[in-house]
């Protein structure tokens, strides 16, 4: 019974170390590339994310799944899941295009705000978290900019 216990011990120790365990791996690299407003005749616009994704590493990356979250002039109106997500190629670049639709009393209040100052720009904050396998840990994205919510136009970063 000991002599399991000490394997599981030993296991759990090996896997928290992985990925020191796959020497040269190197972290990714994910930036925001694109935030804009989609074209549509809906109140409330659907809105376009771009990630870039720079793989640094010998074996292909194999994305598990995303998190992220959008606020607009300090209000979460975005957020979400993905799932679907492209491998990126050893050595190689690819792309990741979310389209997100914001929660409608998030984006009223926001609206409400947005009326006592109009204004065409505005800030906003984009975090996410990518995941890339159960040994390795996430790789977080936090970008700040501004964005204009006319249709078709954005932040092409």
């Not at 975005?78 to 998030?106: C, K, N």
Request: glycine share 8%; hydrophobic share 45%.
């Amino acid at each position: 019974m000991k002599v399991k216990g000490l394997f599981l011990l030993i296991f759990f120790f090996l896997c928290s170390c992985s990925p020191l365990l796959q020497p040269g791996f190197e972290t990714p690299v994910v930036t925001l590339s694109s935030f804009k407003v989609l074209p549509g005749s809906e109140l409330v616009p659907s809105f376009e994310i771009g990630l870039h994704v720079v793989n640094p590493n010998r074996t292909a990356l194999k994305l598990q799944g995303l998190s992220y979250e959008v606020e607009l002039e300090g209000h979460q109106v975005l957020y979400g899941v993905a799932s679907q997500l492209p491998a990126i190629a050893a050595y190689g670049e690819g792309d990741v295009v979310l389209q997100a639709r914001p929660d409608l009393f998030s984006t009223i209040r926001l609206f409400t705000d947005l009326m006592n100052q109009p204004r065409e720009t505005f800030g906003f904050n984009f975090n996410a978290q990518l995941d890339i396998g159960s040994f390795f840990p996430k790789i977080r994205v936090t970008e700040s900019g501004n964005i204009s919510l006319v249709a078709g136009q954005g932040s092409e970063l």
